[in-house]
């Protein structure tokens, strides 16, 4: 039987591993990062510097360091995911004592030639961790309470690290990516169902804190779900973020007002239109058939990268491309959806398209760990 | 090797993967309805958001309109106004420009304290006014400077100008900048008042006016970005000036009329009779507008406020004065239109009035024997017009005064305009809760007590005395070139004699030898002057003074003496100028005012040189002699297309 033979399931090497590598995850990614490019060329007002031409090189760059993590083995990574999860908790420390304050916030450590933000590492190396955790537990024992615990302290201990920045948007990313690879790894339904039940109720607990001494978020974080609910009620405060990049967006129209040419980008109506809102500036210019088309390519880099862990028998390499999948969604999503009104401004940044080094650096490792696990997947 | 997942591991994963995916398919789908929502649904909404946004209409100030006397000549222009200023963000640092700006003009260290401190709390491109007013010499100097001075730019905008000075103040007015209390009292603030150094009208003609001076604001359709900073301009459109006015003032007679009060709180108005045309409002002492636009200090305003002599005090209009003798008319009016006074009717002065137990002086303490009314005028006898009053009553006076403008408030486009006093019995019992007493009537007789009128109503009063008509009072003569119309007032309703009798009392007082104003006549053959004066009392004189015999003017202080006051028309036989002057405190009218009166009588009969035969014999060595030492400056060149003037025409 010659479709049996091992020798049609080896392995790539060398060189052919560029053929087997997940090509249709490489085009969605560059097309991505090429409309970022364009972006930030416009919101220079139609100059590469200062921020287009460095987003470039660093997608270079990136795409240079998911080649070589993706031709590394899954093998080595699996090896280094306890390294990866302690080195990550350790800068995230570091940070706590010796970070510098970027945007009220303790988040950086300035290498000199890249501003590292530990807790983009985290997000990786949490997901590593996990997966590592379910490969190794045997898949009868995952819904059981005492083999619980390890992975949600796993969770945990990072994500109150990155709370104490502060930085809210990280610490949800971080638990949502950590959920994923635990409901992709087979926890019982129930646990889930429960967890967010206990969700809303520490939802409507850090509400009713507010304003008593043992009150849980900051005023201004506070302040930030108020406006959300009501941004009227503050339009040039905390509110005009908001209302901001509700009319840049609703002006964009059915086809934009054209390259170059949105009045709320160019007059700078925008709010950190570079950074975070970046999507508001394309939705304006390019409309709802712009904004349509992104969130098309990232969901189908999502759906690539699933349809690859589905296809991988290999539980490690199935639950990491789950979990880099997972919070690439949670990360364009939540941007989208808080430039969009729908949830309150948390200060995530639209992966791949806004300005920002070791965010699209991390993102693109961990794209690599997703093509070494797509390319040594068993066959 | 590697550890393969059991099989039906596999297929969890294969399950789990299936939900992952429609879950975020489910999400990205909601995803993709919200922006349908906003960006398909509600795009016009938002559009029109952002339209909002960026675009800034910026009001253009139009230019006010002018005011012009009936010549032409220019009571309030607008001047240019050269001023400097500075743009943070150009002149790199601003202590050092204003430095350099210094050793050009004239910089105070309080101006510069303020320019400075406005300098910080603006944005860095917007342009603060460091000083204005600058001389033409000085703005030169500035901009021949510019390269050494980058961001100090000197500009040209409009001001308020008065170049008539002092004389026309009070009714001209002047402009300011605009106040939170100018704000509050609109409803819904024309925008214009929002624009910074716009100047609005605070008083006179000025401020009545304001709505045809002020004009349209032209507007400038800007884009600004997020923190107000101009993009560019995107569509313009020019204001509409302001309408010019042209007043029935004629400023040579005005200004020489204030001239020749030079020294007294006095005032005087001269009316054209056949119109009812304001020839002349002046108030002494004057203040000049140009201070007040220019921002006035706190000494020179504390000055003018506290001045005894009130030099803010619009007198011809706001003034109301007790009209003493010059009241008399009036009375023997009433009394004659109720038919209770005849021509040949003498009344018997023996030097007071008698009611009861209370004794009523004439101010002549001899008497003045047998009385008639054309004696009684040309005397000012108190004694016949106690009588007379006495038998007429006070509704009747008052009513004639009604209906001879005073108690009446005439409607003229300057503020606080006094319609005096005429009292009644059902008045006082109004008022002040008290019946009326005889004796009131009696001091109403002779233009007391209550009575109160100002120069512009006792003016109107003979005007209407000298005419028979109704006339009313004009101040606007034309509104941009179109003529405001006026004259052909109604017939006053009263009898010919009644009138024909007061006017030849009054005749008398200035032509008769034995009349209280014969020095103060005119004594040109061809052109005759009647009028009366009058001296009101600004106090009770007690019996106990009046025994002492200390009721002397001069030995009283300023403010008790008696006001003076002379009301006159001329030609006799074909009136055209009324005229009326009151010298506040100024002692008797035959003295301190009928010759302010006449003078100024003369110089809108004559022009301001009239013939020496016009003077009486006595007084023309004394005005030869002043002329020859300060002749009279020349009339000013005519302006293009003018009207003529009173004297113009008068001289024709």
Redesign the interface.
Same mark, same amino acid.
């Given at each position: 039987m010659t479709f049996l033979d091992p020798s049609h399931r080896q392995l790539p090497t060398g060189a052919a591993k560029l053929l087997h590598m997940n090509w249709a995850l490489i085009v969605l990614l560059t097309a991505i990062a090429a409309t970022g490019f364009m972006m930030l060329y416009s919101v220079a007002d139609g100059s590469w510097d200062p921020w287009a031409s460095r987003q470039m090189t660093r997608y270079g760059v990136g795409l240079a360091i998911m080649m070589i993590v993706g031709f590394i083995h899954i093998?080595f990574w699996r090896s280094v995911a306890p390294l990866a999860y302690i080195g990550g908790i350790v800068l995230l420390l570091f940070v706590e004592f010796f970070g510098s304050v970027g945007m009220g916030a303790q988040r950086w450590i300035n290498l000199g030639f890249i501003q590292l933000q530990p807790s983009e590492l985290m997000k990786v190396a949490l997901v590593m961790a996990l997966a590592l955790y379910y490969?190794w537990l045997d898949?009868e024992k995952v819904s059981r309470p005492q083999w619980l615990i390890l992975p949600i302290v796993l969770t945990l201990v990072p994500m109150a690290l990155v709370l104490k920045q502060p930085d809210l948007g990280t610490a949800i990313l971080l638990a949502a990516g950590a959920g994923?690879v635990m409901?992709?790894a $087979?926890v019982s339904l129930w646990y889930f169902g429960t967890a967010i039940a206990a969700g809303v109720g520490l939802v409507t607990l850090v509400m009713k804190s507010r304003g008593t001494t043992w009150q849980i978020l900051e005023g201004y974080q506070y302040k930030r779900i108020e406006t959300f609910l009501d941004p009227s009620t503050d339009p040039l405060g905390s509110g005009y973020h908001i209302t %901001?990049s509700?009319?840049?967006? $609703?002006?964009? $129209?059915?086809t934009g007002r054209g390259f170059m040419e949105g009045? %709320?980008t160019?007059?700078?109506?925008l709010p950190e239109k570079h950074t975070d809102f970046i999507f508001t500036t394309l !939705?304006e210019e390019f409309?709802?058939i712009g904004?349509?088309s992104l969130?098309a390519l990232?969901?189908l880099v999502?759906?690539f990268a699933?349809a690859s862990?589905?296809r991988n028998?290999?539980?490690f390499g199935?639950l990491l491309t789950?979990g880099i999948a997972?919070t690439f969604?949670f990360f364009f999503?939540v941007n989208? !959806?808080m430039v969009?009104g729908?949830i309150p401004v948390v200060g995530v940044p639209l992966p791949l398209v806004s300005y920002g080094g070791s965010a699209m650096l991390v993102l693109m490792a961990a794209f690599g760990l997703v093509q070494s696990a797509h390319i040594h997947r068993?066959r | 090797m +590697?550890?393969?997942?059991?099989k039906?591991?596999?297929a969890?994963?294969?399950r789990?993967? +299936?939900?992952?995916?429609g879950g975020?398919?489910l999400?990205?789908g909601?995803?993709?309805a919200? +922006?349908?929502q906003?960006?398909?649904k509600?795009?016009?909404?938002?559009?029109l958001?952002?339209?909002e946004?960026?675009m800034n209409l910026r009001l253009i100030a139009p230019a006010r309109g002018l005011v012009l006397d009936r010549n032409g000549r220019a009571l309030a222009e607008n001047r240019q106004n050269y001023r400097v200023v500075i743009v943070r963000e150009q002149a790199g640092d601003v202590e050092v420009a204003l430095d350099k700006l210094a050793r050009l003009i004239r910089l105070t260290p309080e101006r510069r304290e303020k320019a400075l401190k406005e300098i910080n709390q603006r944005s860095a491109f917007v342009p603060v006014t460091v000083i204005e007013h600058l001389t033409w010499e000085e703005i030169a100097r500035v901009a021949a400077n510019a390269p050494a001075l980058p961001g100090v730019l000197p500009e040209v905008g409009l001001t308020r100008h008065y170049p008539q000075m002092e004389a026309t103040a009070h009714m001209v007015g002047y402009v300011g900048p605009v106040s939170d209390s100018d704000l509050e009292k609109q409803e819904t603030p024309d925008p214009l008042l929002q624009i910074p150094d716009f100047q609005i009208g605070k008083t006179g003609v000025e401020v009545r006016l304001e709505s045809d001076l002020r004009g349209a604001a032209g507007a400038s359709q800007i884009?600004?970005?997020?923190?107000g900073r101009v +993009?560019r301009e995107l569509n313009r459109r020019e204001g509409t000036p302001g309408r010019d006015l042209a007043l029935t003032l004629d400023a040579d007679l005005q200004t020489y009329a204030l001239k020749r009060m030079e020294g007294e709180s006095a005032s005087t108005v001269a009316l054209d009779v056949r119109t009812g045309e304001i020839l002349a409002a002046a108030s002494a002492p004057s203040f000049d507008p140009n201070a007040f636009v220019l921002g006035i200090g706190f000494d020179d305003w504390n000055y003018l406020r506290d001045h005894p002599y009130r030099p803010l005090s619009n007198k011809a209009v706001s003034g109301a004065y007790p009209p003493g003798s010059t009241f008399k008319m009036v009375v023997a009016m009433a009394a004659m239109e109720a038919g209770m006074l005849s021509a040949d009717e003498t009344v018997w002065c023996p030097g007071h009035y008698q009611l009861g137990n209370r004794r009523f002086h004439c101010w002549r303490r001899g008497g003045h024997g047998h009385t008639n009314l054309r004696d009684s005028l040309k005397n000012s006898c108190d004694v016949y017009y106690y009588d007379v009053a006495r038998r007429v009553g006070v509704d009747a006076i008052s009513a004639m005064a009604n209906k001879l403008g005073i108690g009446v408030k005439h409607d003229l486009p300057v503020p606080a305009i006094t319609p005096g006093l005429t009292p009644t019995r059902a008045w006082k019992q109004r008022t002040y809760d008290e019946a009326w007493l005889v004796g009131d009537t009696l001091n109403s007789g002779i233009g007391q007590g209550f009575m109160l009128a100002s120069p512009l109503q006792l003016a109107l009063m003979t005007a209407r005395i000298a005419t028979g008509r109704a006339i009313t009072p004009h101040l606007v003569r034309a509104v941009d070139g179109r003529p405001v119309e006026m004259g052909d007032d109604p017939e006053l309703g009263v009898r010919p004699v009644a009138l024909r009798l007061v006017r030849d009392g009054m005749y008398a007082v200035v032509n008769d030898r034995r009349g209280t104003g014969y020095r103060s006549r005119i004594a040109d053959p061809d052109v005759k002057m009647a009028g009366k004066t009058g001296t009101s009392q600004v106090r009770i004189i007690t019996p106990e003074e009046r025994a002492r015999g200390v009721f002397k003017n001069k030995d009283l202080p300023w403010n008790r003496r008696d006001h003076a006051l002379f009301v006159c028309y001329a030609p006799y036989d074909a009136p055209r100028y009324a005229i009326a002057t009151i010298v506040e405190h100024g002692g008797g009218g035959s003295v301190a005012a009928a010759p302010i009166a006449r003078d100024v009588m003369m110089h809108a009969l004559y022009g301001p040189t009239p013939p020496l035969q016009a003077y009486p014999p006595g007084e023309r060595e004394e005005i030869e002699r002043q002329r020859k030492e300060a002749p009279p400056p020349p009339r000013p060149e005519p302006v293009a297309d003018p009207a003529p003037g009173p004297a113009a025409r008068d001289r024709a």
């Open positions: 093998r490969d898949p994923v409901f992709m $087979g %901001q509700k009319i840049a967006l $609703g002006s964009g $129209g059915l009045t %709320q160019r007059l700078n109506f !939705a409309g709802f904004s349509i969130l990232y969901a999502v759906v699933l862990a589905m028998r290999d539980r199935a789950t997972a969604f999503a989208m !959806a969009m729908l068993p | +590697m550890r393969k997942a059991p039906s591991a596999q969890l994963v294969t789990r993967g +299936m939900l992952l995916m975020a398919v999400a990205v909601g995803l993709g919200r +922006m349908r906003l960006q398909v509600e795009a016009a909404t938002y559009r958001l952002a339209e946004n960026r884009e600004v970005n997020a923190l +993009m």
